[in-house]
C-alpha cells in the first residue's frame, strides 16, 4: 500500500518463502495438520520480518532497536554468569514455578564450565542472540561515543555469547570482530569491502584445491568446539544435501529424512533445512532475500555519517547470523530475530536521500513500544 515506503526485492522473496513453504505443507499433510503448522510458518516468516518494517522506519528508529537490544543482553549477562558457574538456570528455575519454560536441556561441560541456556530453549540460540549486539554496540551505540564506552558495550556482548560456550555464537562473533578491525584499520579505502570479498574468493579457491575437503567441511572442522561434533555436521550436509536432491522443489514436509542409523534427526544447519522441509523455491528465496538486504544496502549511496554507521552495524549483524546458521539451525524466537533484523534495514533501502531523521518526537519504535 506503501504506507512503508515503496516495496523492495527482498519483501517479495520473504513472502514468497513463507507461500511456499505452506504449499509444502498442504502437499505433504492432512489440511487439518498443516493448517496450525502453515499459520504459525507464516507469522514468524513474513509476520516478523513485516513488524520491523513498521516499526523501525529511520535511523532513530533503528537506534532504539539497537537500546533495546543491548538492554536485553545486559539484563540477561548476571543470570548468565550465575549458571555459568553454578549450573543453575535461575531464570527457567523461577520462572518455571508459575509459567510454561522450556527444560534445562542436558548438555556438555567445556572448559570446566556450564554452557548457560538463558531463557532459550538451548545455550547455542542463547549465543546466537546475543552475538547480533556486537556490530549494532560499535557502529550504532558507539557513534560519536568515546572508544572507552564503545569497548565496554562491545566487551559485554562478547562476554554474553562466549559463556554459551557454543562454536557457532562464537564464529559469529569472531566474524564481526575481524570485519571490525578490517574496517577501521582501511577506513581510508574506498574500496576495501571489494578487496575483501576477492580475498575470500581466492582462500575459498585456494582451500578447494588444496584440501582433500570441501570448503565448508574445512570451515566446519576448525569452528566447532568438538571435532566430533564437526563431523557430525559435514555428515548433515552431505545426507541432507543429497536429501534435498531427491525432493528438489516440494522438499519432505516434517517427514523424517534419510541417513546414517546412529545420526540424530536434529539438522544442525539452518540453510539446509528450508531447503530440506519446502524445497529450493522456499530455500533459495530467503537465502537471496537474506543476501539482497546485504548488497543493496551495502551499495545504497548514502551522504551522512551517522546512516553510513548504522548501515555497517547492519551488515555486519546479519553477517554473524548468516555464519552462524551453517552450524546452527534458527528456530522460534531466534528465527523471528533473524527475519526482524532483515526487516529492521529496508529503511535504507527506501530512504532516498538517505539523511538521518530531523523530527523533533520520540522514534516511534520508542513511542510504541511505551
Known amino acids: 500500500m506503501g504506507t512503508l515506503g515503496r516495496p523492495r526485492t527482498v519483501d517479495f522473496m520473504i513472502f514468497f518463502s513463507a507461500f511456499w513453504s505452506i504449499l509444502t505443507l498442504f502437499y505433504h499433510h492432512p489440511a487439518n495438520e498443516a493448517l496450525e503448522s502453515s499459520g504459525i510458518l507464516f507469522v514468524e516468516t513474513y509476520g516478523a520480518y513485516a513488524l520491523a518494517r513498521w516499526l523501525v522506519r529511520d535511523a532513530d528508529d533503528f537506534l532504539a532497536l539497537a537500546r533495546a537490544l543491548f538492554m536485553v543482553i545486559v539484563c540477561l549477562l548476571p543470570f548468565g554468569l550465575f549458571e555459568l558457574f553454578t549450573g543453575r538456570p535461575v531464570l527457567i528455575d523461577f520462572l518455571g514455578a ?5 527444560p534445562n536441556v542436558p548438555h556438555e561441560i567445556r572448559l570446566g564450565m556450564d554452557r548457560v541456556q538463558g531463557t532459550f530453549e538451548h545455550p547455542i540460540l542463547f ?3 546475543c552475538s547480533t549486539g ?3 554496540s560499535v557502529y550504532v551505540l558507539g557513534y560519536n561515543q568515546s572508544v572507552t564506552k564503545t ?3 562491545a566487551g559485554t556482548v562478547v562476554l554474553s555469547v562466549f559463556i554459551s560456550l557454543s562454536s557457532g555464537p562464537l564464529s559469529a562473533i569472531g566474524a564481526q570482530v575481524a570485519l571490525t578491525c578490517w574496517d577501521l584499520a582501511l577506513k581510508s579505502i574506498r574500496q576495501r569491502w571489494v578487496i575483501l570479498f576477492w580475498l575470500f574468493v581466492a582462500a ?6 588444496l584440501s582433500n575437503r570441501t570448503p565448508l567441511e574445512v570451515l566446519v572442522s576448525y569452528i566447532s568446539f568438538n571435532p566430533s561434533t564437526g563431523y557430525v555436521r559435514i555428515l548433515i550436509f552431505e545426507y541432507g544435501g543429497a536429501e534435498v536432491m531427491r525432493n528438489p522443489i516440494m522438499g519432505i514436509g516434517f517427514h523424517d529424512w534419510q541417513r546414517l542409523s546412529w545420526m540424530s534427526a ?5 540453510w539446509l533445512v528450508p531447503a530440506m522441509r519446502h524445497g529450493l523455491p522456499a530455500a533459495l528465496s530467503l537465502a537471496f532475500g537474506y543476501l539482497y538486504m546485504i548488497v543493496a544496502a551495502g551499495r545504497k549511496k548514502i551522504s551522512d555519517e551517522r546512516i553510513r554507521a548504522y548501515r555497517t552495524g547492519l551488515v555486519l549483524s546479519l553477517v554473524g547470523l548468516g ?7 534458527y528456530w522460534n524466537a531466534t528465527y523471528c530475530l533473524l527475519l526482524f533484523m532483515l526487516g529492521s534495514g529496508a529503511w535504507i533501502l527506501n530512504s532516498e536521500t538517505a539523511e538521518p531523521s530531523t523530527r523533533a518526537d520520540p522514534p516511534r519504535f520508542g513511542r510504541r513500544v511505551r
Request: aromatic content about 22%.
Open 127 to 129: 549465543g546466537v542472540f
Open 134 to 136: 556486537f556490530a549494532l
Open 204 to 209: 575459498y579457491i585456494a582451500v578447494d584445491i
Open 98 to 102: 508459575f509459567l510454561n519454560v522450556y
Open 151 to 153: 569497548m565496554i558495550r
Open 266 to 270: 536434529s539438522v544442525d544447519m539452518f
Open 323 to 329: 555464519l552462524a546458521g551453517w552450524g546452527v539451525h
